[in-house]
């Protein structure tokens, strides 16, 4: 049974403004950071989306200025946390303080009350204040002391780690994993690129060229045009398929979600405005299966000891569904 609300279609001059501020978006990133045009697209698709994203690499590749440059592009209110053992829940949310000359208690909004806030080296937070995090990007709200605000609109996090393996780091359970939209990764730069990198940075910071190219209305306003792409059934019927391949695959003690589902159908329609179209294509879910699925999963112990990724089983569920025509 369908319950869809007739919305009008999106016309082409709708759409053009949305593709445009994408492109802006990733040629200002793009301009400070050597990193794959498809990772830096996909940061841009969860902006667009209203997904959060967890930028994860090993050190020194890049991940904070991506994580900078796209802030500093959005034009929003952005603030930064660094994340540290000692970092408590209040530090992110706010705390409430007595002022003497108000004769009252006053609130004082944490870095969370931003519209893009880095969140550098999550895994450095004590699992405490990691889930006082995942709470905002959940339900788009704080509760201190028994008061609830809610944030403001758009409220983006972008967070950056190293992977797991590193001293007094405190790696995020799967399930809270599931609240990035998208995971991505840089990887070393092409030899020329990186030599190219020496010669540019020597002397000047990455981002000194990043301006904004937007600002809140305009990453609203787009975000309206994403959530009115057109998306064929067919296209969510693909979507199920992939995630229920996930789940029944032997590798997988816990496969996709239906969240993680929904996510991939939203992040496409991005992909769709990135790419100029009013309409999803199974390109869209292909290309971004592994950036929105591949966190989302938990192996069998047996399965992670004989050297198994999560990559795979999406690999293999992208081999085994077919596509829609
Ligand atoms: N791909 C890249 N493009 C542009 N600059 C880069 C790139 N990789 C590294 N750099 C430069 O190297 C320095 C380190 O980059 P950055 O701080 O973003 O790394 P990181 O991935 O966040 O590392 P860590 O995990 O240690 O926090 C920066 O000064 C940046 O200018
Ligand atoms: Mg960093």
């Known amino acids: 049974m369908s319950s869809s609300v007739a919305t009008p279609p999106l016309q082409p001059e709708e759409l053009s403004p949305a593709t445009a501020l994408a492109g802006a978006l990733v ?10 045009r498809a990772s830096i697209e996909n940061c841009v698709v969860a902006l667009l989306s209203g997904g959060h994203v967890m930028i994860e690499d090993v ?8 994580g ?5 592009a959005a034009g929003c209110a952005f603030s930064r946390l660094q994340c540290t053992a000692d970092l408590l829940p209040a530090d992110v949310t706010g705390v409430t303080v007595w002022d ?19 969140v550098d080296e999550i895994n450095r937070a004590s699992p405490k204040t990691q889930s006082a995090l995942l709470e905002c990007m959940e339900e788009g709200q704080v509760t201190v002391d028994g008061e609830t605000r809610v944030l403001p609109q758009p409220f983006m996090i972008i967070a950056t780690q190293n992977p797991v393996e590193y001293e ?15 995971r991505v990764a840089i990887g070393y730069p092409a030899p020329e690129d990186e030599a190219g990198m020496l010669l540019d940075l020597a002397g000047h910071d990455a981002l000194e060229g990043v301006v904004a190219v937007t600002d809140e209305a305009g990453v609203m306003a787009a975000r309206r045009v994403v959530e009115r792409v057109h998306a064929d059934p067919s296209l969510a019927h693909y979507v199920v398929g992939l995630v229920g391949a ?10 996709a979600s239906p969240r993680a589902g929904l996510a991939l159908l939203r992040a496409a329609k991005a992909r769709a405005v990135v790419h100029g179209r009013r309409y999803v294509e199974p390109e869209d879910i292909r290309a971004l299966a592994h950036p929105v699925l591949g966190h989302r999963m938990i192996l069998t112990p047996d399965a992670r000891a004989r050297g198994a990724l999560s990559g795979e089983v999406v690999a293999d569920a992208l081999a085994a569904v077919p596509v829609p025509l």
Do not use: M, Y
């Not at 040629?27 to 794959?36: I, N, S």
């Not at 050190?59 to 991506?66: I, N, Q, R, S, Y």
């Not at 007094?168 to 998208?182: H, I, N, S, Y």
């Open 27 to 36: 040629d200002a990133c793009a301009g400070a950071v050597r990193a794959p």
């Open 59 to 66: 050190p020194g590749v890049g991940k904070t200025v991506l």
């Open 68 to 72: 900078k440059s796209l802030a500093r």
């Open 100 to 118: 003497q000359n108000a004769a009252a208690f006053l609130f004082r909004p944490g870095p969370v009350f931003a519209n893009v806030i880095l």
């Open 168 to 182: 007094g780091t405190f790696p995020l359970p799967e399930a809270q994993l599931d609240r990035f939209a998208v």
């Open 246 to 255: 996930t789940r029944r695959d032997p590798r997988a003690e816990l496969g």
